[in-house]
């Protein structure tokens, strides 16, 4: 079944303990992003990858790091999480030239107290 | 500035036929994007127009103007599944992301 994963789907942590939301696809797409979804804004890209080796910035990149060892996995690391991070966050791949179609993982709902 | 607009929530009855409005402010564009939502879940992707006019894809159909900076996303034979939230989103010219508009809830009712 063609699928974006990602996990953990549930985190609560603490200010400045660093972690890793892992992303995967299946699909072999070239393009994949990251998002956070907060109420009354809608999805803001955090990172976004267009291939192996090739990352760039959203819109929210503070805080964040990302890497793209591999084609199918994209990995969201916050080193030192802090309380304006706690959100709802989304991985998200396509094809290299229709990134109208975004394919997204099931959400991964971090908070950071 | 690139941005898009769109109501925060729409109520309609079952059987019933609804229209959202999406408007957007962007220098260059490729097309307008629609993708739904249900609580809890993933956003999951609808339609994409890249020219103007009208797309169908079985109860839901999404237009475009360019001219207007203009879309919208009509959904007919309203079903009490069809309770969510529907965004609009579009890539601006020269940049590899999506730019998604804060949301439409839709609430059908009996």
């Known amino acids: 079944e063609a699928q974006v994963t990602q996990n953990p789907r549930y985190l609560i942590t603490v200010t400045g303990k660093k972690l890793t939301v892992t992303c995967s696809q299946n699909?072999?797409?070239?393009?994949m992003s990251w998002y956070r979804q907060d109420p009354g804004l809608g999805l803001r890209q955090i990172y976004y990858?267009?291939?192996?080796?090739?990352?760039d910035k959203g819109d929210v990149p503070e805080g964040y790091k990302v890497s793209r060892k591999e084609k199918r996995n994209f990995p969201l690391i916050l080193e030192s999480p802090s309380p304006n991070q706690t959100s709802l966050y989304f991985c998200?791949?396509?094809?290299?030239?229709?990134?109208?179609?975004?394919?997204f993982g099931p959400g991964t709902r971090l908070t950071v107290t | 500035g690139q941005s898009l607009e769109q109501p925060s929530e729409v109520t309609a009855v079952e059987g019933a036929i609804v229209q959202i409005n999406c408007t957007y402010q962007?220098?260059?564009?490729?097309?307008l994007s629609w993708y739904q939502q249900h609580d809890g879940g993933a956003p999951t992707f609808l339609s994409y127009?890249?020219?103007?006019g009208l797309e169908e894809t079985g109860r839901f159909s999404s237009f475009l103007s360019r001219s207007d900076s203009y879309g919208y996303l009509l959904l007919q034979e309203l079903q009490m599944k069809d309770s969510a939230s529907y965004f609009c989103?579009?890539?601006?010219?020269?940049?590899?992301?999506?730019?998604f508009g804060a949301g439409t809830r839709l609430a059908v009712h009996p």
């Open positions: 989103a579009f890539r601006p010219g020269g940049y590899n992301k999506l730019i």
């Open positions: 127009n890249a020219l103007d």
């Open positions: 998200a791949s396509s094809p290299g030239q229709a990134l109208y179609e975004q394919y």
């Open positions: 962007t220098s260059g564009f490729y097309g």
């Open positions: 990858s267009m291939n192996v080796e090739v990352t």
């Open positions: 699909m072999n797409h070239e393009y």
